[in-house]
């Protein structure tokens, strides 16, 4: 039981950082990119708003749990269910910091 305890403690101590950090950029972008915005580029189906949102999540330093949160709020905000998903594969990806530390 001890060891269940110190992997979630130690899960929740390195995985709370990016989940902030993607709860920060979805309120960014809730507050500061207009939803119609969203809507004209990203709500559209077909391959373009798909290519956008990929463009749009590569240069994010999020990780796999930190990108969750900044989906939501692309979804939220008008984005197709398929520029979101696109998004949600591309960030944690091709991530700077990720090209960084593969590297390296």
Same mark, same amino acid.
């Given at each position: ?10 899960? *929740?101590?390195?995985? =709370?950082?990016?989940? +902030? /950090? &993607? ?10 990119? $207009? ?11 077909? *391959?373009?708003?798909? =290519?956008?949102?990929? +463009? /749009? &999540? ?10 969750? $949160? ?35």
């Amino acid at each position: 039981m001890a060891s269940l305890i110190d992997n979630f403690v130690h899960l *929740f101590i390195e995985s =709370a950082p990016w989940l +902030m /950090l &993607g709860f920060t950029i979805a309120g960014i972008m809730r507050v500061f990119v $207009p939803s119609e915005l969203l809507a004209k580029h990203l709500g559209e189906p077909g *391959f373009v708003a798909t =290519a956008k949102a990929a +463009m /749009l &999540g590569a240069p994010l330093p999020l990780c796999s749990c930190g990108v969750i $949160p900044a989906a939501l709020g692309l979804r939220r905000s008008g984005a197709s269910k398929a520029a979101t998903t696109s998004f949600l594969i591309s960030t944690p990806e091709t991530g700077v910091d990720s090209v960084a530390v593969s590297y390296a």
